[in-house]
């Protein structure tokens, strides 16, 4: 008999349309490949949901807080269910960006200058030197980022604005220019590197990731061979120090024309899924078609990650 899969998708964040659609396209590629598949667009009875249907395993499609930060996999531990991605703890310290940089660079992980601050300091005084970016701590897709440029008349005052929805924490980093790269990780293996051409954007932000159109993906990334290999091991070894399972995705700047050096801006333990993500786009490229990745991932799932 098939597995039941249980994908779960939508929730509650900012990211419910992202997840909608990663949701239908494994739902869809799994029950293609013979899998019994209940869709679940989860709310907050979802242990009671899951307790009625009791799946062999739950593909958990969820992005953002909630459903990326160690909450719904606490409960998928709790009732015993087999789920994909990262564990509790790796998906909580991941989501955290501010730790998740404390943990990789103890690794030898390069990353940015930050400081954790209220977000009224950054609107009374710039608290790094211009350039920088503003990030809410806990939050994807790039909801809540803001460049100041390095000739900013004065810090963002957005931050004030009472239409804020990110937490009072801001996490304020060194803006690194350069190009934008990924790097996807399955398993123990790294996957390509895709170098991100935002279209008609000022930043690779939600539209340039999930509007058709919105970004050029260059695959396999023009590199020389040294510094593809180095963002490769780079990728490999932020998932393994943050101890990400199943499929993670670790984001850089490489400024060839200053410095040389790479960063690691952050790494996704549940990336997109969607006709426009990334990690489909490298999988597919070593050969590994759509079906194939999301099967793989079912049949890696497992509690205590």
């Not at 058709?212 to 040294?226: D, E, I, Q, T």
């Not at 410095?259 to 996704?268: A, F, T």
């Not at 969607?274 to 890696?300: N, Q, Y």
Request: aromatic share 6%; glycine share 8%.
């Amino acid at each position: 008999m098939a597995k039941h899969v249980a994908v779960l998708m939508g929730g509650w964040s900012s990211e419910r349309p992202v997840s909608l659609n990663s949701g239908k396209a494994c739902a869809d590629a799994l029950e293609a490949r013979g899998y019994r598949v209940t869709r679940v667009d989860v709310d907050r009875t979802i242990a009671a949901v899951l307790e009625e249907l009791r799946p062999d395993v739950c593909f958990n499609a969820l992005h953002g807080i909630y459903g990326e930060d160690g909450t719904v996999q606490g409960i998928l531990e709790v009732m015993d269910i087999p789920y994909t991605h990262s564990g509790v703890l790796a998906s909580a310290l991941a989501m955290n960006k501010p730790k998740a940089k404390h943990v990789m660079k103890a690794a030898g992980i390069p990353v940015a200058e930050h400081k954790l601050v209220h977000r009224l300091e950054v609107v009374n005084a710039h608290v790094l030197e211009p350039p920088y970016v503003v990030k809410p701590p806990a939050e994807g897709s790039s909801f809540g980022v803001i460049i100041v440029p390095a000739d900013a008349a004065h810090p963002p005052q957005e931050l004030a604005s009472p239409d804020w929805r990110f937490g009072d924490l801001v996490m304020v980093e060194k803006y690194i220019p350069g190009r934008e790269l990924t790097c996807g990780v399955m398993g123990e293996r790294a996957l390509d590197v895709i170098e991100v051409f935002p279209q008609g954007e000022a930043f690779y932000d939600y539209d340039a990731k999930y509007r058709p159109g919105g970004s050029k993906h260059v695959l396999p990334a023009k590199l020389s061979p040294f510094i593809y290999q180095n963002i490769q091991t780079l990728a490999l070894e932020a998932h393994r120090s943050l101890g990400c399972r199943g499929v993670s995705r670790a984001d850089f700047r490489f400024d060839d024309q200053g410095d040389g050096q790479i960063i690691c801006l952050e790494v996704n333990t549940q990336p997109g899924m969607t006709a426009t993500s990334l990690v489909p786009e490298m999988a597919a490229h070593a050969g590994i078609g759509f079906g194939e990745l999301v099967s793989w991932m079912v049949e890696d799932a497992s509690c205590r990650r």
